[in-house]
């Protein structure tokens, strides 16, 4: 079983950029990984996905061209560069891992399935 520790949220102002990295504690060079958010009041959504090797990512619309997921299976931490930050990003954000080697696998199996971080927060003011 792995284990998560995500790290880098923060108070930032719109339009700003924010790294967060997700740290495992075992090799997670198969697995698929993945970011989640959480905002105030609402139900946890996918944010961005990559498979194994880092050559395949997903994204929701929402997010397209300003996010980025990227991954070092050397250092077993997966990435998520954001910028252009809004409010509307304003949320829990948690990194995800499922022994499913595809990216789309992040959003396809049920969310119980997947090892989950505690979580890290982003808060964007206006």
């Known amino acids: 079983q792995v284990q998560l520790v995500e790290s880098g949220g923060g108070l930032v102002q719109a339009g700003d950029s924010l790294r967060l990295s997700c740290a495992a504690s075992g090799t997670i060079s198969t697995y698929a990984m993945g970011w989640f958010r959480q905002a105030p009041g609402k139900e946890r959504e996918f944010v961005a996905a990559i498979n194994w090797s880092g050559h395949s990512t997903y994204y929701t619309d929402s997010v397209k061209g300003r996010f980025t997921i990227s991954r070092d299976n050397a250092k077993n931490t997966v990435y998520l560069q954001l910028v252009s930050l809004k409010p509307e990003d304003t949320a829990v954000y948690y990194c995800?891992?499922?022994?499913?080697?595809?990216?789309?696998?992040?959003?396809?199996?049920?969310?119980?399935?997947?090892?989950w971080g505690q979580g890290t927060l982003i808060t964007v003011s206006s």
């Open positions: 995800a891992a499922n022994t499913n080697s595809e990216a789309t696998s992040i959003v396809q199996a049920p969310q119980n399935r997947l090892f």
